[in-house]
């Protein structure tokens, strides 16, 4: 059995990662960590948990890490407190995977740029594997440090890799939608007050959202080439689930049938990717509570671009659930370990 | 493995008995029906089960359910199908856990009364197992024929379980809610179309729902003595969960800490009933995907009353859940297998 | 034109009413308040009002008010402030409509007992008016000073008057449920939080709520002698609404026939109140926006009761449309001024 | 006073004409039809509309249509039912607001194309005015046939109007999205079913919406030369809503002040177009209920991009309210006019 510690396990990313860890069959949870509720049972925390476990809350401390875990998910997603804590955790034998930004980006500077402060552990960013196995799955299978991707990262370079790795991408812009949680469960605003987000629907972070340059430098390593992305993501009144729409414009033009064997054979075999075809569509509702990507992808001769649907639950695949996937490629356990479960449906 | 068919595959209570089935340790799934559907693969028609399943929608046929199944999930719910093919099934041999209300209600008369039509089969009612475990498991264990109870009936008895056999109650008055899949998938009307529904609350049913026979038949029987209740159900803009608030008149005073000890001690050991105290009141969100039932009761001095709430997935301890582990006491399978998982939270 | 102030604006019952005002035809907003957002434009704090209003959120002055203001609508909710400030707008020869409890309670005590601070204008709680027109109008009629009623308290009451004035009511157990916009603007907390409240319903309160007091007060008013009531609220995943469920207990059998007679004679004439038979239920949503409340009363034989629902707008009907009727009241305008629109549907 | 018909007044196109109508100083709404329910009370079939109205649901006549009314809106949106009826209410008399697409269509093989059935009134296609009064008041104004727009047209040409106008837009991308209300009242599917639409996001209509062509002949008239648009919208879990985000291309660099600057002084004196600067950016939470159209045009430099962000409700803006705006022109009223209310917030 894998012995794999939660930091910051009342949050919903944590939460998620507790309840997909606690039915994997390879794994025991042995360390749950919050400073919030510290002390308290988790279950009395989260309510759900209620029969189906007896994990603490306890403090984190790096001592308890090294003891007890032989992985550790770092589901605090405050930008710079990962880059403190994984280069220890490594030294101490313990892999990691990191659920906030701090090792997602190659170069320091763009890092420095974008969250505000200096990278202090920039000589593990070219071992830190950017976990979206399905694009990435040799630099992640056995890595010590794995770079969670972010929500819509992972649900927009899903969509584009075979369109980018196929070199027909000339210009990508990229509306996406998120439900509320990915706004987490410690940040309690006005801006997520029930009756602020119900029955309304909103872009934010039009002039720069903190995804694009993680966006970008997966495009651009997809692509072999530099590219850009306009990119407007938004808040709909729903719990769960992101939908992204990419509308690419392509190098030559590209009939429906080419697209459909173009995504088809890149994710043939691919156990949590399903390319929808023959008019069907992605929702997110399908997805809700699994691991899976839904992506559809639509020739749209009338404007000579492709336009490319994906769905994933924002916090599975886009979060916990990625993050159990790629634990399972660095410990050499069955890639769908403890993600073989239909999503919610309805 | 055990093999089991569920009929009635593509309706709601059908797709969650689908989805618990799909993980469950002892089964196997071995003959999905739809009607509507015939011919189609079951994750075209439920996108949520793309990568999951290969099963296909038949046409419902008895021979094919008693060659292929040990037992058969009656998941279609229309009133008097059920009494018409059960029969047939016990006769070939197959186990039956009927999601219909055709087996709840021990006397005829009264489910012609509420059904509008006369029983065919009413030589099976006594051996039909009213199927709630936690208060009849004895006769679930075994038997040939479950009758899986309603969603209100299970979240109310499940609530006043304790304060009917302790004969406290003297007037039981019961305010229910429930989400909307409640009223299934191929009921299509404007009642539930979405904006008929979304951010609207109504009660249903004020003058005599079909739940009510069947919840004051169980509480009758658990206090040894007849007893009726005042009964509204409301409609929630949700999609899943039951909350029933009871209000329950007590015929000596039971101040909190009794009723505390009252439900800790009547579900000690109970794996899908969790009892809340200490000021914690159970909610819908809380259970939503998981068989558990939360449950709290607050002492009211103030009117001389027990309020008991009690909070359910009307789909899975409601419906597929509860019919899941009745078909595990049935053959003798653990009780909780393939129902061990947490709820999805948020 | 009656000039009137609204003494926190920018709380959501303070938005109510500057919208029912903007369009009452003999009202002019002559003073909008807000600490919070004091300065700023009110059409950049609630861009709702973009292009409807020039008015600013100011700091609030008991000078500015008496200069500027015919009445003024406390809609500051925090229990304690309006019994300092009304008697000095009294004072200052200004009206008041207060949304707090402060001046609900005849009794100090009770106040002092669930407020937990001493009532520091206790002679002004004769003056008072408990403002339910269809209930009390001739005591607000010209009055100085009007409590706004709770929201409960108003669906509760509106719909039990017609069996409490007829003698007909023995036991009186209410469930009601709120939608999420209850909670107000200005407490933001994980409580309220979107992905905790959406897909969720859950009571609160159960020990005893703030408006139990009001309600067992207006309910001995109406009766002539003591009552109390058993009664859960309950939160329910949408913004606005509140659906109230009474069950009554009768002191002799009424039938159906007589019930509607009941009801319709009590409320005839009634502008705001809609009773509703034939099977005919109420629903939120039918009232959203609308200063309405739809009551049916049904009679339940099986159990010897009447079971009366009634739903409102809490921010309406329950807030700021019914303090926009008591103004009318006051300053001898015609009652429906301003709230002649239907609701929004849907 | 106008006396003003509405036809089809229980669809939610209906509905809402009727609620903007009942308030219009200078309207007295004389005729309401629905062939559903003919002869009933409009406030039954419509309980939002209890104590507001005494119409009654009638047959449609063009008769009575012509007899009883100055102007009618044709609220019933199946295609070819208005550029039947539509000629002959000219004929005798009576002005039209056509909801449908009937007239909107400069080009009857276009029409044919799309809706597949041949134009029967072309003659009338030029005489028809596409009523958008922000881009095209001198045409609607005095006209006796406005086509009212669709409601994503009318949100993506506002936002784009500046733009094209200024020869700015090179290449336009749009992502749209919409409440569940855009679908109507009387087309009840599976889609729209609550547990099916519920806490899921998904696109339709990709490989072409019947709005493109639409979209494509105002861009084209606002441009002056030949346009077209890659266009995909979105269904929401939400009633109200369209919020439309448009990637344009520019062709040449724009800067953020140039941007506030050309969409300030475009819509300068609108009473119902707000143009938010300074980051603020429009959500449909605060255009619900209300004729208003919020707009934010954000410069992407890093693209080479404008952002344009418009929020409207679909109902009103995009539906009744603009209907109200229409005949206000058509009749020589004041263009507000029974349009000067806020929007429901929250």
Redesign the interface.
């Known amino acids: 059995m894998v012995r794999v510690g939660v930091v910051g396990a009342t949050g ?1 990313g944590g ?1 998620e990662s ?2 997909l860890l ?2 994997h069959p390879q794994v025991q949870i042995t360390y749950t960590t919050s400073e919030t509720y510290r002390g308290q049972k988790l279950d ?1 925390v ?8 007896d994990l603490v809350c306890e403090a984190f401390s790096l001592e308890e890490a090294a003891r007890r875990c032989d992985v550790v998910f770092l589901a605090r997603t405050d930008a710079g407190w990962s880059m403190e804590v994984a280069p220890k955790l490594l030294e101490l034998g313990v892999r990691v995977v990191d659920f906030s930004a701090d090792f997602r980006l190659r170069d320091p500077a763009v890092y420095a740029k974008w969250y505000r402060k200096d990278h202090t552990a920039p000589h593990l960013l070219d071992e830190a594997a950017y976990g979206i196995p399905e694009l990435w799955r040799d630099a992640i299978r056995g890595s010590r440090l794995v770079a969670n991707p972010g929500c819509y990262p992972t649900s927009v370079l899903l969509g584009l890799a075979p369109l980018l790795g196929a070199g027909l991408a000339r210009d990508v ?1 990229v ?1 996406a ?1 998120s ?3 990915g706004a987490g ?1 410690s940040k ?3 801006d ?13 972070g ?3 959202h903190r995804h ?1 340059p993680e966006m970008e430098q997966g495009m651009s390593l997809l692509a072999g080439r530099d590219l ?3 990119f ?1 993501p ?1 808040l ?6 992101i ?1 992204s ?1 990419a ?1 690419v414009s392509l190098t030559r033009p590209v009939d429906q049938d080419e697209l459909d064997g173009l995504y088809q054979s890149f994710y043939n075999g691919e ?2 990717v ?1 390319v ?1 075809t023959s ?12 691991n ?1 990507c ?1 992506i ?1 992808a ?1 020739a ?1 001769a ?2 000579g ?1 492709a ?1 490319v ?1 994906s ?1 994933i639950d924002n916090l599975v695949k886009g979060m916990a659930g990625q993050a159990v996937q790629n634990m399972n490629l660095m410990m050499g356990l069955p890639e769908e370990s403890g993600l ?7």
Chains 1, 2, 3, 4 share one sequence.
């Open positions: 919903y939460v507790v309840r606690l039915r009395e989260i309510p759900a948990f209620r029969g189906c476990t812009v509306s939608s439900g509320v949680s469960r309690i605003t006005l997520y007050h029930f009756p602020e987000v119900n029955e309304s629907m909103r872009p934010y039009v002039q720069g694009r850009r992305i306009a407007v938004h709909v009144p729903m719990t769960r689930g939908l729409t509308f156990r949590f399903q929808l008019g069907r569509l992605p929702e997110t509702g399908s997805v809700c509570g699994s899976n839904h559809a639509v749209d009338h404007t671009r336009v649907m769905a073989d479960q239909p999503g919610l449906y309805p």
